[in-house]
C-alpha cells in the first residue's frame, strides 16, 4: 500500500540545520509531485515547498526562501528537506504529502492541501536556545 514515512526531525538550535526525509512505497515516486507541510502548535496546517515530477520547485512560504530547499532522488524513493539557518517560528511537526489527481496533474506542485492524497505521519523539528 502507498505509505509516506518522514524521519530526521529533532532539536537544534537557532542557525542550525536539518535534513528531512520523505520515504515513499508503493507506487512510482516518479510520476508524483511531492509537497513538505507544516503545523506549529495552535495553527493550521501550512504549505512549505513542493517539487514537482520535473523537480521545478515551489515556495509556499516566503519565510522559508534562501534557507530551505528540497529534492528527490527517484531511485532511492525519498525526496528531502534541507533546512538551514532554522529559526524559532520553524519549529513544527513536518508532514510530506503525494499530490493526488489524474495523470499529468499529479505531477504539478499545488498549495492546496486537500489535492495531496497521501501524508506521512509527520516528524517534529524543534528549535530552540
Known amino acids: 500500500q502507498v505509505q509516506l514515512v518522514e524521519s530526521g526531525g529533532g532539536l537544534v538550535q537557532p542557525g542550525g540545520s536539518l535534513r528531512l526525509s520523505c520515504a515513499a512505497s508503493g507506487f512510482t515516486l516518479d510520476y508524483y509531485a511531492i509537497g513538505w507541510f507544516r503545523q506549529a502548535p495552535g495553527k493550521e496546517r501550512e504549505g512549505v515547498i513542493c517539487?514537482?515530477?520535473?523537480?521545478?520547485?515551489?515556495y509556499y512560504s516566503d519565510s522559508v526562501k534562501g534557507r530551505f530547499t528540497i529534492s528527490r532522488d527517484n531511485a532511492k524513493n525519498t525526496v528531502y528537506l534541507q533546512m538551514n539557518n532554522l529559526k524559532l517560528e520553524d519549529a513544527a511537526v513536518y508532514y510530506c504529502?503525494?499530490?493526488?489527481?489524474?495523470?499529468?496533474?499529479?505531477?504539478?506542485?499545488?498549495?492546496?492541501?486537500?489535492?495531496?492524497?497521501?501524508w506521512g505521519q509527520g516528524t517534529q523539528v524543534s528549535v530552540s536556545s
Open positions: 504529502a503525494r499530490k493526488g489527481g489524474y495523470t499529468g496533474w499529479r505531477g504539478q506542485c499545488s498549495r492546496v492541501l486537500s489535492e495531496y492524497d497521501y
Open positions: 517539487i514537482s515530477r520535473n523537480r521545478d520547485n515551489t
